[in-house]
Nanobody, 126 residues
Framework: VQLQAFGGGLVQAGASLRLSCAAS????????GAWFRQAPGKEREFVAG????????RYTDSAKGRFTIYRDSAKNTMYLQMNRLKPDDTAIYYC????????????????????WGQGTLVTVSS
């Protein structure tokens, strides 16, 4: 499985962006997908994740109500819709997937994921 993330850019606070993660093969057909991010000088952190069969996404507290993770199975693409962006959202965003159906409590652990995209930079100016 190969993942390619894109859609980042420079936006002003309050704007929206949609990140995409295109996959080779059937990466998003029935397993688990997630987005993580890493800001300069900080550790990688979980943003959103979902076991597709459950249809129950999990979000970090700062993303709740602003971000939405979803997929288009026909396009083998996962998305992260980000609204009302804040300067604190500035980071490199990585998509990830695993061919295991992770339980809800395990979605936020980065080493549960087997495949990673290369990252796309999101910069939010104040």
């Amino acid at each position: 499985v190969q993942l390619q993330a894109f859609g980042g850019g420079l936006v002003q606070a309050g704007a929206s962006l949609r990140l995409s993660c295109a996959a080779s093969g059937r990466a998003f057909s029935s397993y688990t997908g997630a987005w993580f991010r890493q800001a300069p000088g900080k550790e990688r952190e979980f943003v959103a994740g979902i076991r597709w069969a459950s249809n129950s996404p999990r979000y970090t507290d700062s993303a709740k109500g602003r971000f939405t993770i979803y997929r288009d199975s026909a396009k083998n693409t996962m998305y992260l819709q980000m609204n009302r962006l804040k300067p604190d959202d500035t980071a490199i965003y990585y998509c990830a997937t695993t061919q295991r159906g992770l339980i809800f409590s395990a979605l936020d652990t980065w080493n549960n994921y087997d495949y990673w995209g290369q990252g796309t930079l999101v910069t939010v100016s104040s």
